[in-house]
């Protein structure tokens, strides 16, 4: 665009358009090609804008559209949302602007095909598939999307109703005009840790009881309803539990039936979880933890009950071994050739004992004169 004396030169290229004014007021659009306008008094005011895929300012628009509809209807299309409307504008074919409601957009459409598709989000807030990858959904708050693993449920709620539990998958949804919220609930098996509780047996004495539950969700709905926060719950339970079966027994019956409390405290908390959608599948005493000089004595009772023990094996030996001893000595005193017997073993013992001493010294001649008297005796036995 150039001047030279009384004229107005402007050249438009293609893909572009030029609005010419005159004393701020619209006159006409030039086309491409080179343009001549006389203006003598420097009046006129040219305008060049791109016009492929290209938007025009929206403000400027209504007034021209007040002034000049006819022209206004022949280069623009503007795009305006209701209440509860999204619209999707594609460019020639192409995805490109996603309007809220009571926006108002304007897109030259002299070079570029201009198509607008209407969403009414009042019926369903759910993006259908072939809108959700036209939507750029990091820039964009009016639209919520949730991923649902595997593993887990996923409850839709709008406006803090629950409207349906979601598959696995993505979903998103609109959000303009209402409160959309996905509540994503683990279904595997999950530990709870309770901590460990001081409480008192009903001998007054105190412990500190540390406990572990496994717990599964099996009814994600109805467990929304009854538990805002299901571990905390359990936890609680728990808790209640354990101080009921430890206030009810003594510390040895505590010491003694550990296996007997975890099955008192696994029906007593699945009766009380039953019905509100979650399961207990374990639950058990992890460590029992004793005050110092409480622990201290049960070491001692512990060693004294050991040595007791030990002590009454060690006389049952004893009883046993005179036991034998006298059956022994009754069958001596019945069979005098069973005593002869004995005494001959206790010979040959004897001899053989010496008979090592006499080799050893390297004299063999007593051992020769025992051996032959044993065999005398033996044979005065056998007569």
Known sequence: MSRHLIMLRVTVKDGERAILTRNGRFERVLEPGRHRVVDPLHQCVCEVHAVVRAEFPADRW??????????????????????????????????????MPWQTRVFWKVATRVDVERVDVTSDPRIRPEHLAMVARERNPSVAEHVVENHEAGLLFVEGRLVERLAPGR????????????KRLDLRPQAVEITAQEMLTRDRIALRVTLTAFRRIVDPERLVAAVPDVDAWLY????????????????????????????ELRTRVRERVDGAGVEVTELGVKDLILPGEIRELVNKVVEAERTAKANLIRRQEETAATRS?????RLM??????????ELESIERLVEKVGRIDLHAGDGAGLDALLTRLVRIRTDAAA
């Open 333 to 342: 005193e019945e069979n005098p050739l069973l005593l002869r017997l004995k």
């Open 171 to 182: 979903h998103a949804f609109w959000s303009v005009g209402r409160k959309i919220e996905v």
């Open 62 to 99: 209504a007034v021209l559209k007040a002034a000049r509809p006819d022209v206004a209807a022949a280069l623009f299309e503007a795009v305006e949302t209701r209440a509860n409307e999204i619209a999707i504008v594609s460019l020639d074919g192409r995805p490109a602007q996603l309007l």
């Open 325 to 329: 001893l006298l059956n022994t000595a």
């Open 236 to 263: 609680r339970l728990v808790q209640f539990a354990i101080r009921d079966a430890v206030a009810s027994r003594t510390l040895d019956e505590v010491l003694a039936g550990k296996a007997v409390l975890d099955d």
